[in-house]
Each structure stands twice: as structure tokens, then as C-alpha cells.
């Protein structure tokens, strides 16, 4: 028996052999070339993992370069988080505009983007919303295909509980305006939450949940592999990435309009700048002289010990700002409300864990021995509406992304999408035209939850 397994295995290394005995890059090195000149790099198939296996995984390239400045771009994008890094990735994919940079300050990913809770959705309730995140939807799910990066888009749904009768009117309401909209809802009894969520507390807490309305394409993705893809792809087109690199004023000429920017790395001029620098919008469009209706707050996040499957959806807490789901490596993650005070510091306060772990306690009772891992914060850029801007500004040549208050990561690929179609033909795509910086002077403001301009409760 053990002589024909050996036989079996003799007979598979045949074309393994063969295999190696050609020159391995000949064989499956499979590389992208675009349009622009000689920009390559080697796809991400499982033809060429099992290459680089076979040669013990010496040979990846680089996923991007890590160029010098040059002296002048075409467009020049602030901020290299996952918003600036999808804009760079569809000018160059979408409009041919690839003589672009990236200007990020400190590392790529290092923000929001690389901090936030992940969570992928588009459950809203308005018109100038809906067909934005579920254009936005739709660009996640074929997201790892476009960029041949793997973004673990998990559609495991988000399911937001309601708790009071009031509340179930209302989760109808917007389950009905989705539908109607070409998104997915269903409005699930209190039996189905409990089916889909056993471990929730659904009669004894002090807020008994009614029912939820669940989103199933809904999920999430891992952060910073969204950045990383958009970066590596944003590269491949030839857009030059420039870390460590710190915009500290923003040039412009006499007759007021933008073009060029100063950096820790030197002076380089642009036709177009667009800013896409999330908690710090503020402070870089006053190097323009532009004062944005936006306030910094810091939101936390919070990771617990690694543990085995127990919930296998996203979950929101409707009485209190809280959800939680559970990451591929066990720990249950856990989002909550504004730290409630502007700062610019990436750390949160212990108030805001007692905050967060009491509703936890009363969602699901049965964590309460599970020990947290962790917690960090991120910088928002809170909107005066808790809608975002995505428009041109009062300035010439200045373009501006900003206001995503809690919800920007759901938004990456559209917002880079519509920000890319702005800049490229300034004006902005049907998906964007609400999200102006003038729609408070002009008595159109985005207010989903109709709380004004209060930025803790958006
Ligand atoms: C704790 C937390 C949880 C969240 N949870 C969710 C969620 O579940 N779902 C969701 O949809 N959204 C969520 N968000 C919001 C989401 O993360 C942000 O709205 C989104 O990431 C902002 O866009 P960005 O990725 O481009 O920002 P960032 O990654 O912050 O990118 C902005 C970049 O600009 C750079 N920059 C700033 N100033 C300068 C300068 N002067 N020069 C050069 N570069 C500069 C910064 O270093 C930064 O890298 C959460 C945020 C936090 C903090």
C-alpha cells in the first residue's frame, strides 16, 4: 500500500518538476501592464502563489513604489487614507488622469481607515442618501475582483434593533424607502432577532427589543486591506504615493485660485488639489483660507479577547449608541458614541468605556466575563447634518471630501468615485450633487436623523 501511495505522489511531481526546471518568471508571472507606459506589477492568483511557494516567497515585488516628489501634478490629493486613495485609483482607472499624487503625512492607512469598526451598509432613509451608499454597495461587492486585492468583504448583514413601537414604525419606514430604492431590507420579529442573535437580552432589559430591521447584503471588510488595495492599485496606474509627507500650506496665485501645495518634502504645484484629510479638513482648508461647517471629535473602538463563533452578523443596540460584531480572528468588536469634546488626539476616554461596556451588558448579558482587549480613537470630521461634502469649493482649483462624522468607510469606493468624477469634470455626478458645502445657505441641509447641528447625536 505504502509503495502505490508513493507511486501517487511520484506521479504528481512530474509537473512540479517541470515547472521548475523552466525559468518560473517565464511561466506564470503574471503582470498587468496598463496603458501608460511601463508601470507593472505581479497579480495576486493563485497560479502565481503557488510560484512564489515554489520559491519560497522570495520574489513578491513590492505592492508600490515609494517615489520622490516631482515638481508638479496634474491633481494632487491631501490625505492618503481610504477616501484620497480610491479618488487617486478611479482619476487614473476612470478618467485617464494619472499624473496624480497622494500626499499622506504620516503612513498609508494610518487613519480612520485604519481604525474605524467596519462596518459596510446602505440602510438609510433619504433620496440624496440611498442611491449613494447603494452605489456604493455595489462597488464593495466587486471590490477585491477590481483591485485584485482581497478585501474580506464579509456580506453578513447588519441587523439594527428597535425597541419601542414607535421605533418599529420608523425601521419600517426606512425598510420600505430601501426597497424602493433597489436595496434590501427585511423587518425581522423579536423571535427572528433572537434566532438570528441568541445571545441577546430580549425580555428582562430595561429596553426590550420589539424586532430589527436587517439589511442582508450588508457586512463588513478589513480596514486596512481596503487602503492597501486602493494603494496598490492607484500605483499600478502610475499615481505617485508620497508618505511622510505633511501638507503645511496650500499655494495660491493672485488671482485667488489654487496651485500648488507646501510640504515637509518641498513645494509641488498642481492644476487641481483635492483634500481628503477626514478629522483634519478643517485645519488644512484654512491653509486656504477656507472655513468648513465641520467639528473634530474623537470616536473609540474596542476589541476583546479571541473567542470562539458567537455572532455571526452585525448588531446594533437601538437604545444608545452601540453595535458590535465579531472579527475573523474571534474578538468581538465594539463601536460607540463621540467622546463628546473636539480634540485631535487618536486616544479615547475611560467615561466613554463605561459608556460603551454598559451597553454592551445590557445588549448581551452573557459577555459580561469576556475581557477587552483593547481600545483606540480616530479623528471625525463631523458635518453640521451628518452628511459628508463632496464638491468643488468657493476656491478655484480647490476640491474638497470631507464631513463623514461615523460613516465614511462605508462610503470609500463611492466617495472616491464621485470625488474622481468631480475633479475630472467639475462638476459633481448625479450620486454626489446634494453633497455641497452651499446646502446650508440655501436651506438644504442632509439631516437624516433631524437633529441639526448637534454633532454628538448624528
Ligand atoms: C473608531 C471609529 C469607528 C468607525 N466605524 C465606522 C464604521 O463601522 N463604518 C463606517 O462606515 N465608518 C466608520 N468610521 C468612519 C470612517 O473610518 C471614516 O469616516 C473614514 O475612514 C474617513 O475617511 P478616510 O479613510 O479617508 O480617513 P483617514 O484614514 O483618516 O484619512 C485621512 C488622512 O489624511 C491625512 N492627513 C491629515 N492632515 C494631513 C496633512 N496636513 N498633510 C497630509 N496628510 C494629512 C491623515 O494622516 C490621514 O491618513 C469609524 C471611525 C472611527 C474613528
Redesign the pocket.
Known amino acids: 500500500m505504502f509503495s502505490s501511495l508513493l507511486h501517487q505522489v511520484k506521479k504528481f511531481q512530474w509537473p512540479l518538476n517541470q515547472l521548475s526546471l523552466i525559468n518560473p518568471n517565464a511561466i506564470v508571472r503574471c503582470v498587468r501592464q496598463d496603458k501608460c507606459g511601463d508601470r507593472r506589477f505581479m497579480k495576486y492568483s493563485a497560479l502565481n502563489l503557488l510560484r512564489q511557494a515554489m520559491g519560497g516567497h522570495k520574489d513578491w515585488p513590492r505592492a508600490w513604489r515609494d517615489p520622490e516628489p516631482k515638481d508638479a501634478y496634474d491633481v494632487i490629493i491631501?490625505?492618503?487614507?481610504?477616501?484620497?486613495?480610491a479618488t487617486a485609483y478611479y482619476l487614473a482607472k476612470n478618467h485617464g488622469i494619472r499624473n496624480v499624487a497622494v500626499?499622506?503625512?504620516?503612513w498609508?492607512?494610518?487613519?480612520?481607515?485604519?481604525?474605524?469598526?467596519?462596518?459596510?451598509?446602505s440602510n438609510y432613509l433619504l433620496p440624496e442618501e440611498l442611491p449613494f451608499y447603494e452605489w456604493s454597495l455595489k462597488l464593495w461587492e466587486g471590490l477585491s475582483q477590481d483591485l485584485n486585492f482581497n478585501v474580506m468583504f464579509s456580506q453578513r448583514g447588519v441587523l439594527n434593533l428597535v425597541h419601542s413601537d414607535a421605533e418599529v414604525d420608523a425601521a419600517v419606514r426606512r425598510g420600505n424607502a430601501m426597497i424602493m430604492h433597489g436595496a434590501d431590507a427585511e423587518f425581522l420579529s423579536r423571535d427572528e432577532c433572537v434566532k438570528m442573535v441568541p445571545g441577546i437580552d430580549d425580555k428582562n432589559s430595561r429596553f426590550p427589543v420589539y424586532g430589527g430591521l436587517l439589511q442582508p447584503r450588508a457586512g463588513?471588510a478589513r480596514?486596512d486591506a481596503v487602503?492597501w488595495g486602493y494603494a496598490r492599485g492607484a500605483d499600478g496606474y502610475g499615481v505617485d504615493l508620497l508618505q511622510n509627507?505633511?501638507?503645511?500650506g496650500i499655494t495660491r496665485d493672485r488671482q485667488g485660485r489654487v496651485v500648488g501645495i507646501e510640504?515637509t518634502r518641498g513645494k509641488i504645484r498642481a492644476n487641481k488639489v483635492g483634500l481628503?484629510?477626514?478629522?483634519?479638513s478643517g485645519?488644512?482648508a484654512a491653509m486656504a483660507g477656507l472655513r468648513l461647517p465641520i467639528e473634530s471629535h474623537?470616536?473609540?473602538?474596542f476589541v476583546t479577547e479571541g473567542l470562539k463563533p458567537l455572532v455571526d452578523t452585525v448588531v446594533t443596540f437601538g437604545h444608545g449608541h452601540f453595535?458590535l460584531s465579531q472579527s475573523d480572528k474571534g474578538g468581538l468588536v465594539f463601536?460607540a458614541s463621540l467622546d463628546g469634546y473636539n480634540s485631535y488626539a487618536q486616544r479615547g476616554n475611560l467615561p466613554t468605556v463605561e459608556a460603551t461596556i454598559e451597553a454592551a451588558m445590557h445588549l448581551m448579558p452573557s459577555i459580561g466575563r469576556v475581557r477587552l482587549l483593547r481600545h483606540?480613537?480616530?479623528?471625525?470630521?463631523m458635518s453640521m447634518d451628518g452628511s459628508p461634502f463632496i464638491c468643488k469649493t468657493p476656491i478655484d482649483g480647490l476640491y474638497l471630501?470631507a464631513g463623514?462624522?461615523?460613516?465614511?468607510?462605508?462610503?470609500?469606493p463611492a466617495?472616491g468615485w464621485c470625488f474622481a468624477h468631480t475633479i475630472a469634470n467639475d462638476e459633481p455626478h448625479a450620486y454626489n450633487a446634494h453633497y455641497t458645502l452651499d446646502r446650508f445657505a440655501r436651506g438644504y441641509a442632509v439631516d437624516t436623523k433631524g437633529v441639526g447641528a448637534q454633532p454628538n447625536l448624528h
Not at 500626499?103 to 504620516?106: A, F, I, S, T
Not at 463623514?404 to 470609500?412: D, E, Q, S
Open positions: 491631501v490625505g492618503g487614507g481610504g477616501h484620497g486613495l500626499v499622506e503625512k504620516g498609508l492607512g494610518g487613519g480612520n481607515v485604519g481604525r474605524n469598526t467596519t462596518i459596510v451598509r463588513n480596514h487602503a509627507c505633511e501638507v503645511t510640504t481628503a484629510a477626514a478629522g483634519h485645519h488644512v474623537k470616536l473609540q473602538a453595535y463601536g483606540w480613537a480616530g479623528v471625525m470630521d471630501n463623514w462624522c461615523y460613516g465614511g468607510f462605508k462610503a470609500t466617495s
